[in-house]
């Protein structure tokens, strides 16, 4: 009896796994397959190819074949169990993505097999070949528009898009000064700025190649790039280059946003969205009493819970998606990782590969 106990759900999923194949067969699509996680811990380690189940869409439901999505650091720290929003385990990893529509349910008239779509609720699990989904939670977006860029619209271009937008009114001629400038979210501010006339100061640490990152800025459209030391000294504030800043976005933290802190203009913001350094932002009173300058924070994921179906979550998309169709965005540089070789991708993410703007995203078949 023993023996055909523990031979029962070995049996049992057999028996799925032929199910699963035979129904992805019909869409004309390979086995499905998912990246899996039970337990937070080392990402390389505790992350694992698996099966996944495939069924019929409901009446208001797509079939999604999965074409591309990204590797992003908040994947890396949900996995860790570091991150705030947390998936229920097991959970499949993966926030952003691509994906061809291969069937619709009976109710579904704005979408029709092939439209590429991306999904708009967190924690989806993106990192798997095939996803059914609610017609409601994914955006129909444009063939023109490349499957890089779809399948990095909603975190860093929508980050920079809405701290550029919702701290302080910004004007033609008016200047953002930011930290971690070569980050994807640095590198779409930048060019953001560039797209509404507005001027950048941006910061990087020094480095051997320093001057070849520059020039790279530059060309995207930053007005300034210094280092943090050549901040400390610089006089383009006083000789009247640039007007001071309006507006600080820090995704660095220490003493380096602190520098960036001290050339806004009295009463401007300072918007943290990250902390690579992991140092925390000490705040000297006379910037909080004389200059009231203030502090906040911004988490693209709270925005999108609170915004899920307002206006100017959608017109945001549709301006994003205008300008990277009119050459005005480009994502940093990337690299495709074939699915089956996603640790290359973890590996690449959680060293100091992933941390200079440049993105890994897994390819799937």
Same mark, same amino acid.
């Given at each position: ?50 099966? !996944? ?35 229920? =385990? ?14 619709? /349910? ?22 798997? @070949? ?22 990095? =619209? @909603?975190?860093?271009?929508?980050? !920079? ?11 033609? #001629? ?5 930290? /971690?400038?070569?980050?994807?979210? /640095? ?46 000294? @610089?006089?383009?504030?006083?000789? %009247? ?19 960036? *802190? ?5 009463? *401007? ?5 990250? #902390? ?9 009173? !006379? ?20 915004? !899920?179906?307002?206006?100017?979550? &959608? ?15 480009? %994502? ?6 074939? &699915? ?13 590969? /992933?941390?200079? %703007? ?5 390819? &799937?078949?």
């Amino acid at each position: 009896m023993t023996k055909l106990y523990t031979k029962v759900p070995l049996l049992t999923n057999f028996i799925k796994n032929i199910a699963m194949t035979s129904y992805a067969k019909r869409l004309n699509c390979t086995a499905p397959q998912k990246l899996l996680y039970s337990e937070y811990g080392d990402p390389l380690k505790v992350v694992n190819l698996s099966p !996944a189940e495939l069924r019929d869409p409901q009446p208001d439901e797509v079939v999604v074949k999965l074409l591309v999505a990204p590797v992003n650091p908040a994947d890396i720290n949900t996995i860790q169990g570091k991150y705030p929003s947390k998936p229920a =385990l097991p959970a499949v990893p993966g926030n952003e993505g691509v994906g061809q529509v291969i069937k619709v /349910g009976a109710n579904v008239k704005d979408l029709v097999e092939g439209d590429h779509v991306v999904p708009l609720r967190q924690n989806l699990g993106t990192w798997q @070949t095939h996803l059914v989904l609610s017609k409601d939670i994914v955006l129909k977006v444009p063939q023109k528009l490349g499957v890089i860029e779809a399948a990095t =619209l @909603t975190v860093n271009p929508c980050t !920079a898009y809405r701290m550029l937008r919702d701290f302080t009114e910004l004007k033609p #001629g008016d200047s953002v000064i930011q930290n /971690g400038s070569n980050s994807a979210c /640095g590198q779409y501010i930048i060019q953001i700025c560039r797209s509404w006339g507005i001027r950048t100061i941006n910061i990087i640490r020094d480095r051997p190649n320093v001057s070849d990152l520059k020039a790279y800025l530059t060309n995207l459209g930053a007005t300034h790039v210094l280092t943090e030391e050549e901040l400390r000294t @610089t006089d383009i504030f006083k000789s %009247g280059q640039i007007n001071k800043p309006k507006l600080a976005l820090n995704c660095v933290g220490g003493k380096n946003a602190l520098e960036c *802190s001290r050339h806004l203009q009295n009463g *401007s913001p300072m918007v943290t969205y990250g #902390g690579m350094s992991r140092e925390p932002l000490s705040v000297p009173t !006379a910037a909080l009493i004389f200059k009231d300058l203030q502090f906040r924070g911004f988490w693209m994921t709270r925005w999108s819970e609170k915004n !899920a179906t307002s206006i100017d979550r &959608f017109e945001m998309y549709s301006e994003l998606i205008s300008m990277m169709t009119s050459n005005e965005l480009h %994502g940093p540089s990337y690299e495709l990782v074939d &699915f089956h070789n996603y640790k290359e991708a973890l590996i690449n993410t959680l060293t100091v590969k /992933g941390m200079i %703007g440049k993105k890994y995203l897994l390819k &799937f078949d």
